[in-house]
């Protein structure tokens, strides 16, 4: 590995940083942010000329599935933080759902040590809880958090017994992320329904179940006052239910760019299987409602759920094809997109994909452009146009539900750590990533 940058300065760039556009330059010293003022000069450093272009900290991805181990041909750590670095995310918490499941201090330990070896951003793992490993989780520490499938999982991952799931939260020490969707609702449905096309993804996975497993877990994080995040919000109701929990500080959730941009049934009647994941994508109804969350701070943060399967596994029929789909590497510029489309402001975008992310898991130095902080930075380029192409992204994949859509607005440059891994449309894997603090 080549030495790391010492000295880094970002000269005329426009800091999008704690809810303010402004001028600034940036020094970076020894991986850090060492100074941030209208005019710094150091002819004798490296500089990066950000004149008519953005900087914002770098973002923060806290929901993806890089598959590895054991499901290495759909993505692994290293092409997966390849993908994220080239969107413009400098971090990624990275889920239990691999082969063996996560579900242990060790096999935490093994996963953080692929990542010391591979990862080009910087990283942490969620331990997956089951019904029987109450001591793992109760050993943990400096981890992202405890992720509970409540329905639809892999492996030992389900936990759909109330006892168990009681016994969670009342053990738990970090943040607690749930996918919420009722197993029993879920067996019942596939019981009477006989999907006959793609759209009948959202029957197969109703508003109902989502809503019975959030209000469960609620009420677990309400009786323990544990920290509970809902994990990709799909609908208008949930994000009801959880405003009205908002005053508490306990109830947090993300939604994903896919459910606020793709809507049924014309996701499903144009791409099929690529446009199915779960929770599914849902009606313009329940698009309009995650919008509302997002802008009145119900919902807090974007995540992808990056859960890359390849080609070849999507274009089974319904029942064997797979869901879930890529998202780290177009996340970024999708929000930018809604930028200049005047939807959204820029600072919301470093709000929901930065700094929010940072207050949720409670992340040392990161999230926010500070002296002292980590210098993960991104620099934007907001009138680059491009269109997505699945066949040219670093996933393994090779494939979006963006596939061939015109975006303006994209990531340029990606610092992680003082060091700059993403330039000229060119990946450098010559820098690692490393482990994410918290806060006690």
């Known amino acids: ?56 900290p770098g973002g923060i991805d806290p929901q993806v599935h890089f598959r590895e181990p054991g499901l290495t041909h759909k993505e692994d750590i290293h092409s997966g933080s390849r993908a994220a670095v080239a969107g413009g995310i400098t971090t990624f918490f990275e889920m239990p759902n691999t082969n063996p499941s996560t579900i242990s201090v060790e096999l935490l330990n093994q996963k953080n040590e692929i990542a010391r070896n591979t990862s080009v951003a910087n990283y942490s793992f969620f331990i997956g809880a089951t019904h029987h490993n109450i001591e793992e989780i109760k050993k943990i520490n400096n981890n992202c958090g405890i992720k509970i499938f409540m329905g639809s999982s892999t492996g030992n991952l389900l936990v759909d017994d109330e006892t168990a799931l009681e016994n969670i ?77 908002k005053a508490t500080n306990l109830i947090t959730a993300e939604t994903t760019p896919q459910h606020l941009l793709l809507e049924a049934p014309d996701i499903y009647d144009r791409i099929g299987s690529l446009g199915m994941m779960n929770p599914p994508i849902r009606e313009k109804y329940h698009q309009d409602g995650l919008w509302e969350g997002l802008r009145d701070g119900t919902i807090q943060c974007i995540a992808t759920d990056h859960a890359p399967h390849t080609l070849e596994e999507k274009n089974n029929p319904y029942e064997k094809a797979p869901a879930g789909m890529p998202g780290v590497e177009t996340s970024l510029p999708l929000m930018l997109n809604q930028v200049n489309k005047g939807a959204i402001e820029l600072t919301d975008v470093v709000k929901w994909m930065c700094e929010n992310v940072t207050k949720i898991y409670g992340i040392k130095n990161k999230g926010f452009i500070k002296s002292g902080y980590d210098a993960d930075i991104t620099i934007i380029d907001m009138n680059k146009e491009k269109a997505v192409l699945g066949s040219n992204m670093q996933s393994k994949c090779g494939w979006s539900a963006f596939d061939n859509q015109q975006l303006k607005g994209w990531p340029i440059i990606t610092i992680v750590n003082g060091n700059v891994v993403f330039e000229n449309e060119t990946v450098s894997t010559q820098f690692l990533g490393k482990p994410v603090l918290f806060n006690e």
């Open 1 to 56: 590995m080549d030495m790391e940058t010492k000295k880094l300065l970002i000269k005329n760039g426009t800091l999008v940083n704690s809810n303010k556009i402004y001028k600034s330059d940036i020094l970076i010293e020894d991986g850090k942010i060492k100074e941030i003022s209208p005019q710094i000069n150091d002819e004798s450093i490296k500089i990066i000329d950000a004149t008519n272009l953005h900087v914002m």
């Open 169 to 245: 939260f009342a053990h738990a020490t970090r943040v607690v992320a749930v996918h919420a969707e009722d197993e029993d609702i879920l067996n019942e449905i596939a019981q009477k329904i006989k999907p006959a096309k793609f759209s009948d993804h959202v029957k197969m996975r109703p508003v109902e179940a989502a809503v019975t497993a959030t209000k469960k877990a609620i009420k677990y994080a309400l009786k323990y006052n544990k920290k509970l995040h809902v994990l990709h919000l799909s609908t208008a109701e949930e994000v009801e239910i959880i405003r009205q929990h």
